[in-house]
């Protein structure tokens, strides 16, 4: 059986919807359905049982869980860069991926957790994973400061060498709606052209730098479901970055937008929110030596073939939801 929180999130789901391409249905989702859209991305899935993450917890504190788990993929989290609980997300994030992650250790289960790139702060310590610079990063805020947190746990206590860490760089795709002002740039901006025939984007703050040319690390959700699974299958150990290798700038992300949907380009700078000053990334470019340095088996995405794939694929679709290739039975 595998464990999968945050299922019915972004990449999670993305991540069963994958696992039913496999023709597998063994899978234990785990998250927090509330009272918005996230249980749209199950709709289509397969998977054995659905479970509140409170419910979940006190399997953890009880130190057994009702089924035979193989498998935890965890990435569960609350991931708004905004949230103001520093005392939730320590609990939240940190806490319990602690209790998750010693579970597995002492029961023999695979354990893949969820990092990100936001653990780099301003990025200038660089965008390698490199364990021996970790505690120099400075995150910018509460979120990547848990995630921060968890990182430096695992090798304080010595466990890079029997988990895998991954972290994302700027993740968009399929089946992200249900995060609201989150969203990918990709997912705004689609929206933005539809209804105003234009993109917005953030006027530069640092001199020298154009307006819209901020840069990041844009990578696929599909392309992260298949990074994890190689991870979870022992493709590596210890902490690892999922992006491109490649830095694509914010005017990039928007051509490829008009592109895809076969329109003139448009694009008009606003500026940028004063919460957001002092707290934001103008580059990040993930170092990722395993493309090359390992029999990596998969093909990562340029910016214009994920962005084409997303838009033409799913958010010009009546229903933009991840399906799996063919139907399983309930």
């Keep these: 059986m595998i464990v999968v929180t945050g299922g019915a999130g972004f990449i999670g789901s993305a991540l069963i919807c994958r ?3 496999d023709m597998r249905k063994d899978i234990i989702v785990v ?3 509330g009272q918005g859209d996230k249980w749209r991305n199950l709709a289509p899935l397969r998977y054995r049982e659905y479970i509140h993450k409170d419910a979940f917890h006190q399997f953890l504190r009880r130190g057994r869980m009702p089924w035979p788990v193989s498998c935890v993929i965890h990435l569960g989290a ?14 939240n994030n940190f806490r319990y991926s602690q209790r998750l992650c010693r579970f597995c250790l002492q029961n023999d289960i695979t354990f893949v957790y969820a990092s990100s790139a936001a653990t780099y702060g301003d990025g200038s310590m660089g965008f390698a994973a490199r364990i021996d ?8 805020n509460m979120y990547a400061y848990s995630k921060h947190l968890f990182d430096c746990w695992v090798v304080s206590e010595g466990l890079q060498e029997r988990v895998a860490g991954i972290k994302f760089f700027n993740v968009y795709g399929p089946n992200e709606y249900h995060k609201g002002h989150m969203r990918s740039v990709v997912a705004k901006a689609h929206a933005q052209v539809k209804n105003e025939g234009r993109i917005t984007l953030f006027k530069s703050t640092v ?6 040319d901020q840069k990041r690390d844009f990578v696929y959700v599909k392309d992260c479901v298949e990074f994890i699974l190689w991870a979870a299958r022992g493709g590596f150990k210890g902490i690892a970055n999922m992006g491109t290798g490649t830095a694509r700038s914010f005017n990039d992300l928007a051509k490829a937008v008009f592109a895809a949907l076969g329109r003139e380009c448009r694009i008009e700078y606003v500026d940028m929110p ?4 002092g707290a934001y990334q103008n580059f990040t470019q993930a170092e990722v030596p395993w493309i090359k340095d390992v029999d990596y088996p998969n093909p990562i995405r340029s910016l214009e073939d994920g962005v084409k794939d997303y838009v033409t694929e799913y958010l010009e679709k009546p229903y933009p939801y991840m399906r799996p290739k063919q139907p399983l039975e309930p």
């Design 207 to 212: 001199p020298d730098l154009a307006d819209g």
């Design 133 to 140: 610079q970790l505690r120099e990063l400075i995150p910018l």
């Design 19 to 21: 696992l039913n391409d």
């Design 31 to 33: 998250d927090n359905l």
């Design 274 to 277: 004063e919460t957001l000053r």
């Design 78 to 91: 609350c991931s708004s860069t905004t949230e103001a609980n520093a005392d939730y997300l320590m609990h």
